[in-house]
Antibody, heavy 117, light 110 residues
Framework: EVQLVESGGGLIQPGGSLRLSCAAS????????MNWVRQAPGKGLEWISN????????NYADSVRGRFTISRDNAKNSLYLQMNSLTDEDTAFYYC??????????WGQGTLVTVSS | QSALTQPPSASGSPGQSVTISCTGT?????????VSWYQQHPGKAPKLMII???KRPSGVPDRFSGSKSGNTASLTVSGLQAEDEADYYC??????????FGGGTKVTVL
């Protein structure tokens, strides 16, 4: 069974940094593009980043480019999101999701990041 | 990249059908047959319901169907059931290995 488990969320002050992790099981991470998607409380989904299987390609939404960095460790079956210069607009549930054919076919349960002083 | 446009809400009685629209541009929905639909119940992760405009992943009831015309894609839920009450999001491939989501539609079963 495919499982994705996010961790690393929490309360952080504006301007701070946080690193999210996503542990994958039930499949080999090395075969898939992976994504981060966020959802502000009560709001819609926002795709924010993805990374190809060998980390040779990384893409970001305009809202996070230059502040967030996606990475992966295929040996550990793990995906990461380093988030810097956080603002209250970054407050959201952060989901990792596996890419299917131009879709997101498996999702984790999400981890909540709250940016507040 | 602007979000795709969905109506904020839709509703129907049990057994009826409801259709949700998802309007993009000639750079996303209109350019690719890579529209997906996701169902999200409160407090839960999104679940993939439709891929590539019309295809249902294994396990998704055939009450769910998708279509597209020009820059607008649609999801139809036929034979509405209580468990179909949820938020629904469309997404489209937008080129350059990026995805864009719609704003979401809350479906209420009356």
């Amino acid at each position: 069974e495919v499982q994705l488990v996010e961790s690393g969320g929490g309360l952080i002050q504006p301007g701070g940094s946080l690193r999210l992790s996503c542990a994958a099981s039930g499949f080999s991470l090395s075969h898939y593009w992976m994504n981060w998607v966020r959802q502000a409380p009560g709001k819609g989904l926002e795709w924010i980043s993805n990374i190809n299987s060998d980390s040779g390609a990384r893409n970001y939404a305009d809202s996070v480019r230059g502040r967030f960095t996606i990475s992966r460790d295929n040996a550990k079956n793990s995906l990461y999101l380093q988030m810097n210069s956080l603002t209250d607009e970054d407050t959201a549930f952060y989901y990792c999701a596996r890419s299917g054919h131009y879709t997101l076919d498996s999702w984790g349960q999400g981890t909540l990041v709250t940016v507040s002083s | 990249q602007s979000a795709l446009t969905q109506p904020p809400s839709a509703s129907g009685s049990p057994g009826q059908s409801v259709t949700i629209s998802c309007t993009g541009t000639s750079s996303d929905v209109g350019a690719y047959n890579f529209v997906s639909w996701y169902q999200q119940h409160p407090g839960k992760a999104p679940k993939l319901m439709i891929i590539e405009v019309t295809k249902r992943p294994s396990g998704v009831p055939d009450r769910f169907s998708g279509s597209k015309s020009g820059n607008t894609a649609s999801l139809t839920v036929s034979g509405l059931q209580a468990e179909d009450e949820a938020d629904y999001y469309c997404s489209s491939y937008a080129g350059s290995d990026r995805l864009v989501f719609g704003g979401g539609t809350k479906v209420t079963v009356l």
